[in-house]
């Protein structure tokens, strides 16, 4: 089980972009992958910088996946010990 969190919260450079493709493309039908991310797919680019690359991760990880989307208010938010006026 690969687990990667906070997808795309810092940009990655093209080797390491490289580097994770290898990863994920060895994971692929084989292991499973968990991944949150608070970016859409058609945003993904951004973390990537190589479109061609940031398909073919993207057609790997959607590829028999499962899409959870958690709409709604931010649970940290909501349950911070700062109280908001």
């Given at each position: 089980l690969l687990i990667c969190d906070e997808w795309g919260y810092i940009p990655i450079d093209i080797e390491g972009a490289k580097l994770l493709y290898q990863v994920i493309a060895g994971c692929y039908e084989k292991?499973?992958?968990?991944?949150?991310?608070?970016l859409e797919f058609s945003k993904w680019n951004s973390i990537f910088f190589d479109?061609?690359?940031t398909n073919a991760?993207?057609?790997?990880?959607?590829?028999?996946s499962h899409l959870l989307i958690f709409d709604g208010p931010?649970?940290?938010?909501?349950?911070?010990?700062?109280k908001y006026n």
């Open positions: 292991k499973s992958i968990i991944l949150t991310t608070n479109e061609k690359l991760i993207l057609d790997r990880m959607v590829h028999h931010s649970w940290r938010l909501q349950n911070s010990l700062m």
